[in-house]
C-alpha cells in the first residue's frame, strides 16, 4: 500500500496515553461517555485536545473510533486487518511490524503528521504500481488498524534504528528503463517493484511480481509452495503443466535470461 501523501496520523500522539495534568476532567468527557478507561486517557487512543471546551480545537487530528481499535488489546478489528495482511502479502513490497521488503513505503515509519484517513484513501486509491485488491469499507478499517497496531509495536520495542534503510527515489529516463528481459518477456502482462529498476512492466493481467521469489510473496507455486528459480523455470517452460487451466503460454528465454530476470526480481540488477 503505498502512501502517496505524507500526511497521516501523528502516531506520538495515539501511541502513548497522555495523562491529563493535575485533577481536571478532560473536556471529551463532556460529551462523551468514557469508555476502555483501563486503556488510558481519551487521548492516548483518539489524539485531539482534551484541554479545550471548543469542538474544532479538541477535535484536532482526532482519531475517529473506527481506527482507534488498534489501542484495544486482542480487538477483532485489528486481528481481522492482520489476517487481511497476510492473505494478500502486504509484506511483499512494505514493511509492517517490523517484517517485509522495503519496495514501497516503510509502515511502520510513516510521517509525523499522517492521519488514519489518509492511510484509509491509499488503500482504496492505490498509486502507481500497487496492486487495486478492490477492499470494502470495513476491510480497509481493518487494515488501517494492522498498520497502525504494528507501528505501535515497533516504537515500543524503540524501532529499528540504523537498520533502517534509505528509501531509493526512481526517475523515469527514457526507455532506460524497458531495455532488460522482464520488460521484454513480462511486462505486458506483469508488473513489479524493484529495488535497482524501480517500477517495471505495465500490464494487469498477470499477477503483480513485486518481491517476487521472496519469503513474503504469496506459495502459488506448484502443489502451494513457495517460488523458487527452479519453480519459475518449470512454469516458463510450460505452464499449464503446473497449473492446466491457466491462459499463460510457455515462455522460451534464452540462455542466460531466465539467472537476468531473477536477478531484477531479487534485486541482483541484470539487464
Known amino acids: 500500500m503505498a502512501v ?3 500526511l497521516l496520523i501523528a502516531l506520538g500522539l495515539v501511541v502513548a496515553p497522555v495523562a491529563v495534568q493535575g485533577a481536571v476532567r478532560p473536556s471529551c468527557l463532556k460529551c462523551h461517555p468514557a469508555h476502555y478507561s483501563s486503556l488510558g486517557s481519551c487521548v492516548g487512543c483518539h489524539g485531539g485536545d482534551p484541554r479545550s471546551d471548543r ?5 484536532h487530528d482526532l482519531v475517529p473510533g473506527r481506527f482507534a481499535w488498534f489501542t484495544v488489546p486482542g480487538s477483532a478489528p485489528t486481528r481481522r ?8 502479502a502486504c509484506r511483499r513490497c512494505h514493511i509492517l511490524a517490523g517484517k517485509g521488503n522495503r519496495l514501497a513505503a516503510d509502515l511502520d515509519r510513516l510521517p509525523a503528521g499522517t492521519t488514519a484517513q489518509t492511510i484509509f484513501e491509499a488503500i482504496g486509491n492505490p498509486a502507481l504500481l500497487m496492486p487495486q485488491f ?11 488498524n494492522a498498520v497502525l497496531a504494528g507501528a505501535r509495536e515497533e516504537r515500543a520495542k524503540g524501532g529499528r534504528g540504523k537498520e533502517e534503510s534509505p528509501q531509493v527515489v526512481h526517475f523515469q529516463d527514457g526507455d532506460t528503463r524497458r531495455d532488460n528481459v522482464f520488460e521484454k518477456r513480462c511486462g505486458a502482462c506483469h508488473r513489479a517493484l524493484t529495488r535497482t529498476l524501480g517500477g517495471l512492466g505495465h500490464g494487469a493481467i498477470g499477477p503483480n511480481l513485486s518481491g517476487f521469489l521472496s ?17 519459475l523455470k518449470k512454469w516458463l517452460d510450460n505452464p499449464r503443466q ?4 491457466t491462459q499463460m503460454r510457455p515462455v522460451t528465454l534464452p540462455e542466460g535470461d531466465l539467472e537476468k530476470l531473477v536477478g531484477i526480481l531479487t534485486d541482483r540488477q541484470g539487464r
Do not use: C, M
Not at 469542538?55 to 477535535?59: E, L
Not at 478492490?134 to 488501517?144: A, I, M, P, S
Not at 519469503?215 to 519453480?231: D, I, L, M, N, V
Open 4 to 6: 502517496r501523501v505524507p
Open 242 to 245: 503446473s497449473r492446466a487451466q
Open 215 to 231: 519469503e513474503f510473496y504469496p506459495k502459488t507455486a506448484e502443489g502451494r509452495t513457495p517460488w523458487s528459480q527452479a519453480a
Open 55 to 59: 469542538p474544532r480545537i479538541a477535535h
Open 134 to 144: 478492490h477492499f470494502n469499507e470495513r476491510q480497509k478499517t481493518d487494515l488501517v
Open 81 to 88: 486487518g492482520r489476517d487481511l495482511v497476510e492473505q494478500f
